[in-house]
């Protein structure tokens, strides 16, 4: 209901008052839009400082590990992304590097302090820091940071900075209290009614009758060739290597026998362990949990006080092969001496103390040849076929790499070579739509496009369709369609422009008339076509939240609108202008809905309590005198940005 005014209302400093330490670690401090006191020149500072608050600094390797973690994420996502696609991202992440070290500068000159163990506690809640058994784990700890290219002393130092703005910003931020002066007018204003005339001047109106002339036309298409412009076109010429260049390989009888012998583990009969297991640090608990399983507790409620559940004991069917890679020699040893429905251990492993229970016995019976000869005939098959058609395509490589033109490459591998026509980058053909390229050339069209006349041909994977030799044949440059080709086309563009400014002109006109004493409806009547009378429209201000994106422009443009006031706003549909006229204004009372007040008050809350602790830090950067080297700053984003990958 209050969205307009949250919108306007919003900074970023908001995310930062009730982020949670964990998102600070995985997506950096970010202080948003707080402007920069930025002084002209260095003011002092060493070429690698970029910043300085206080007697802590941003340096330019700051700056490259920010930016650089940041990449890591939208490689995540994108794994084709640069530097250069982080352009945008370069002032944030300054300035929030900034504004980490005010803080901090801050709260060292007034004694603020973040104890090591305070560091020590949230980083041992860190969800990937956290091993086996659920509890804080160095090697887990030191895979995370591996994994987020962090050293600790990085981690530390988000996190201080986080918990410094919980001290420094939540007490003065946190909850403040909207007045009924402030949010009573706010209320009133969307209580407020408005009534306005609308007008539609539409396009078609004045476009009857245009009729350019041949001189006309020459002239709009010269000064608009780019709207005509054909993408570049070419023929490309297709050679596909394919599974049927191989379809008369097939496994041998040997070779079946050799595999079948080589893989008796696989086919071989398995005794398989259906297992429940608990891993704990401490060998009391382990046998508190052992004992209480065995004494015929279940084990689901066995590993409970341990802080155990289901889900982390279930473990499943086990070979013993599986479980001893899971839990070691020794462990899976005495897993598959016991019985179905035992309690084993506790056994200790590197990981820690098991106790195990086997939930069941599986005894799964060998294969045969005859019996797995199929399936091994046609997984030799398929490799054989793969191969043999690398082979090709290597050799077929090899002919183009040793000098061969297309034709010369095709015939040697005895290829038939597929001619496109005259076709755009899409793999479409111009005036024959039913025409498209192949789907299993798409991979190829790519490279068919960026290869020169002369360069040679190229090979295309192309999945289990092998692979597609491609080479243009012909190149037409991109260019304006000829004015012949398209008369029609540029006659009706030609036409709708001279409409549309006869129309603009004719609102504007209309909406000068009517402005002040004038009515909508008399200003209508004069103007040079025949209009549909105008209609008479209403809302309240309130309403406008309520549509989201779907207002209708009369209506947004009548709550801009001073009383007597008229405007034009172009209908988003292309049919032509509005002409809006602002005819009464009723001012709202929100005294009369005391629940309204209640709710603005509400909503304030979070915007003003995002002013409060904008202005805070900004006074802090002030006493601080923040400075920045803009030289070194424009010099490390250069060398990023332009020059990174």
């Known amino acids: 209901m209050l969205q307009s005014f949250r919108n306007a209302s919003k900074s970023k400093i908001g995310t930062i008052v009730v982020a949670l330490i ?20 260095n003011g002092g500072l060493g070429s690698s400082t970029l910043a300085k608050t206080g007697s802590l600094e941003v340096t330019d390797r700051d700056m490259r590990r920010a930016m650089e973690r940041q990449l890591t994420q939208v490689r995540a996502q994108n794994p084709e992304a640069t530097y250069a696609d982080l352009a945008g991202d370069f002032d944030p992440l300054l300035q929030s590097l900034i504004d980490q070290r005010t803080l901090k500068a801050f709260a060292d000159k007034f004694g603020f302090q973040v104890s090591k163990r305070l560091i020590d506690a949230e980083i041992a809640n860190i969800p990937g820091t956290k091993g086996l058994n659920g509890q804080f784990s160095q090697a887990a700890y030191e895979a995370f940071l591996a994994q987020r290219r962090l050293t600790d002393a990085e981690v530390r130092e988000v996190i201080e900075g986080a918990m410094l703005q919980r001290m420094l910003l939540l007490p003065g931020a946190n909850n403040p209290r909207v007045p009924l002066g402030m949010a009573t007018p706010y209320a009133s204003m969307l209580l407020e009614t408005r009534e306005a005339d609308v007008a539609l001047v539409p396009l078609s109106a004045f476009a009857a009758g245009l009729n350019p002339t041949d001189q006309q ?18 023929v490309l010429r297709i050679a596909r290597l394919g599974p049927e260049q191989v379809a008369g390989i097939s496994a041998t009888d040997a070779e079946i026998a050799k595999y079948y012998q080589d893989n008796q583990a696989q086919y071989a009969a398995k005794d398989i362990r259906v297992i429940s297991q608990a891993v704990v640090p401490d060998r009391n608990v382990a046998n508190q949990i052992a004992s209480k399983a065995k004494g015929g507790q279940s084990f689901v409620d066995a590993v409970k006080p341990a802080g155990l559940a289901a889900a982390d004991v279930s473990v499943g069917p086990q070979t013993k092969a599986q479980f001893t890679e899971m839990a070691g020699q020794a462990v899976a040893n005495a897993a598959f001496a016991a019985k179905s429905g035992a309690i084993v251990g506790p056994v200790q492993s590197d990981l820690g103390w098991h106790v195990i229970k086997i939930d069941g016995v599986q005894n799964q019976p060998g294969k045969s040849l005859a019996q797995v000869r199929g399936e091994i005939a046609e997984k030799l098959t398929t490799e054989k076929r793969a191969n043999a058609l690398a082979d090709l395509e290597a050799k077929l490589q090899d002919s183009i790499d040793n000098g061969s033109n297309f034709d010369e490459a095709a015939k040697s591998a005895g290829l038939t070579v597929t001619t496109t026509p005259l076709i755009t980058a899409n793999g479409q053909q111009r005036g024959n739509p039913a025409y498209k390229l192949p789907a ?22 192309l999945g289990e369709q092998g692979f597609a030799m491609v080479a243009p044949a012909q190149v ?12 029609d086309r540029v006659r009706q563009d030609w ?9 603009r002109a004719a609102a504007n006109a209309i909406a000068a008339k009517a402005t002040g004493a004038g009515s909508l409806a008399d200003a209508l009547k004069q103007a040079p076509v025949k209009l549909a009378p105008a209609k008479h429209i209403g809302a309240r201000r309130i309403q406008l939240s309520q549509m989201g994106d779907q207002v209708p422009p009369p209506i947004r443009l009548m709550f801009t609108l001073g009383a007597g006031k008229s405007r034009v706003a172009a209908d988003p549909e292309g049919r032509g202008y509005y002409v809006v006229k602002l005819t009464k204004l009723t001012p709202g009372n929100a005294l009369a809905q005391p629940g309204l007040i209640t709710t603005v008050q509400r909503e304030f809350q979070d915007p003003l309590a995002q002013e409060y602790a904008q202005q805070f830090v900004a006074a802090v950067r002030k006493q601080l005198k923040v400075r920045r080297n803009e030289k070194a700053i424009a010099a490390t984003r250069k060398q990023l940005i332009e020059g990174g990958s």
């Open 22 to 41: 964990g998102v600070f670690i995985l997506i950096g401090f970010a202080m948003g839009d707080i402007q920069g006191l930025g002084l002209s020149g």
């Open 476 to 487: 037409v440059p991109a260019a304006p369609a000829p004015l012949a080709s398209i008369r």
């Open 217 to 234: 036309l020459q002239q709009f298409y010269a000064f608009n060739r780019n709207r005509y412009l054909v993408p570049e076109q070419r």
């Open 495 to 503: 036409i709708g422009q001279q409409a549309t400014e006869r129309a």
């Open 440 to 461: 299993e050339f798409a991979a190829a069209l790519k490279s068919g496009f960026e290869l020169a006349t002369n360069d040679p041909p190229v090979l295309e994977a």
